[in-house]
């Protein structure tokens, strides 16, 4: 008998020994009580508990945590009733105000969502809460932090997951939303004919403005055209007068250089008249030394004929 007593002695033993020995993952943490007061909070890594005096009270883990909570009837300060659900990101930073803080503490921080959330959107008109998204997870973040830290939890974040207006609400909302969009198309539709016209217009101008300087150009080069002709031309007769007076010039000087006597100057004053008769006058007038020498001239044509004879 006494064989069969030591080995379950032993194993016994054994079996309170392992028992006794408690290893902390990562991330969490357990809470232990020696004799049904808080001993101590254990982190990661192995500890080891005195045998029958010592128990785990509860094990705590340290991640975020997150609860969807769901939708709460919430009324508007206009009196409109809606639900909204919220999600709640939270973080456990003491395990023994979370072990002693609240019986239960999820069910706590629900509660306290939902009331939190009443007075919140109990201070805000329906379309201020439609539009009001940030501040309210602003605003509920900070309350239940303040409200949580007694139990060791802290709240990182808070949203609003769903809002969801009467049905009555939302086929208004509908056609609103509806109306808007109708009322920008029109404006748009408005905004891209005016433009249009505007453009048009701009054209038609810049037509007129390119048509008005063509003709001004065009204008301008005639004037230069037609001044660069009386140039020309002008030129042309100032250079023939130019000849004309050289070769009088010239013909001077041939009739100063041959030493003509007062008969030959005579006649050449008799042919220049009759080059400005050139058949076209009717009368000309003879000054009385020309007439003379005409006289002359003729005598002697007579004389010449009696001697042929």
């Given at each position: 008998m006494e064989i069969f007593i030591i080995p379950i002695i032993v194993a016994l033993a054994l079996v309170i020994v392992v028992s006794c020995i408690?290893?902390?993952?990562?991330?969490?943490?357990?809470?232990?009580?020696?004799?049904?007061?808080?001993?101590?909070?254990?982190?990661?890594?192995?500890?080891f508990k005195a045998p029958f005096i010592d128990r785990v009270a509860k094990k705590v883990l340290l991640k975020?945590?997150?609860v969807d909570f769901p939708p709460q009837p919430v009324i508007t300060k206009d009196n409109v009733t809606m639900q909204i659900d919220t999600v709640v990101y939270f973080q456990i930073t003491d395990p023994k105000l979370f072990a002693y803080g609240v019986e239960n503490p999820i069910m706590a921080i629900e509660n306290l969502t939902a009331t939190t959330l009443r007075n919140i959107i109990g201070d805000l008109e329906l379309d201020e809460t439609l539009t009001s998204r940030e501040t309210i997870n602003t605003k509920m973040r900070a309350s239940l932090d303040v409200a949580t830290d007694p139990w060791g939890i802290k709240v990182n974040?808070?949203?609003?997951?769903?809002?969801?207006?009467?049905?009555?609400?939302?086929?208004?909302?509908?056609?609103?939303?509806?109306?808007?969009?109708?009322?920008?198309?029109?404006?748009?539709?408005?905004?891209?004919?005016?433009?249009s016209t505007i453009l048009v217009a701009e054209g038609k101008k810049e037509s007129v403005i390119l048509d008005a300087e063509a003709e001004k150009q065009a204008a301008i080069l005639r004037a230069e055209a037609l001044k660069e002709a009386t140039i020309r031309e002008a030129e042309g007769?100032?250079?023939?007068?130019?000849?004309?007076?050289?070769?009088?010039?010239?013909?001077?000087?041939?009739?100063?250089?041959?030493?003509?006597?007062?008969?030959?100057?005579?006649?050449?004053?008799?042919?220049?008249?009759?080059?400005?008769?050139?058949?076209?006058?009717?009368?000309?007038?003879?000054?009385?030394?020309?007439?003379?020498?005409?006289?002359?001239?003729?005598?002697?044509?007579?004389?010449?004929?009696?001697?042929?004879?």
């Amino acid at each position: 008998m006494e064989i069969f007593i030591i080995p379950i002695i032993v194993a016994l033993a054994l079996v309170i020994v392992v028992s006794c020995i408690k290893i902390v993952p990562q991330a969490q943490a357990v809470v232990v009580e020696r004799l049904g007061g808080y001993l101590a909070t254990w982190g990661v890594g192995i500890h080891f508990k005195a045998p029958f005096i010592d128990r785990v009270a509860k094990k705590v883990l340290l991640k975020e945590q997150v609860v969807d909570f769901p939708p709460q009837p919430v009324i508007t300060k206009d009196n409109v009733t809606m639900q909204i659900d919220t999600v709640v990101y939270f973080q456990i930073t003491d395990p023994k105000l979370f072990a002693y803080g609240v019986e239960n503490p999820i069910m706590a921080i629900e509660n306290l969502t939902a009331t939190t959330l009443r007075n919140i959107i109990g201070d805000l008109e329906l379309d201020e809460t439609l539009t009001s998204r940030e501040t309210i997870n602003t605003k509920m973040r900070a309350s239940l932090d303040v409200a949580t830290d007694p139990w060791g939890i802290k709240v990182n974040r808070v949203e609003l997951k769903n809002i969801i207006p009467p049905q009555a609400i939302q086929d208004a909302m509908e056609k609103q939303m509806k109306a808007e969009r109708e009322r920008r198309e029109a404006i748009l539709k408005a905004e891209g004919e005016k433009k249009s016209t505007i453009l048009v217009a701009e054209g038609k101008k810049e037509s007129v403005i390119l048509d008005a300087e063509a003709e001004k150009q065009a204008a301008i080069l005639r004037a230069e055209a037609l001044k660069e002709a009386t140039i020309r031309e002008a030129e042309g007769k100032a250079e023939a007068i130019l000849k004309i007076q050289q070769a009088n010039a010239d013909g001077l000087r041939f009739l100063k250089e041959a030493s003509p006597d007062a008969a030959v100057l005579q006649l050449k004053s008799l042919e220049a008249f009759t080059k400005a008769a050139d058949g076209k006058a009717t009368k000309i007038i003879i000054p009385s030394e020309i007439q003379g020498i005409a006289g002359l001239a003729k005598s002697l044509v007579e004389v010449g004929t009696e001697s042929g004879k």
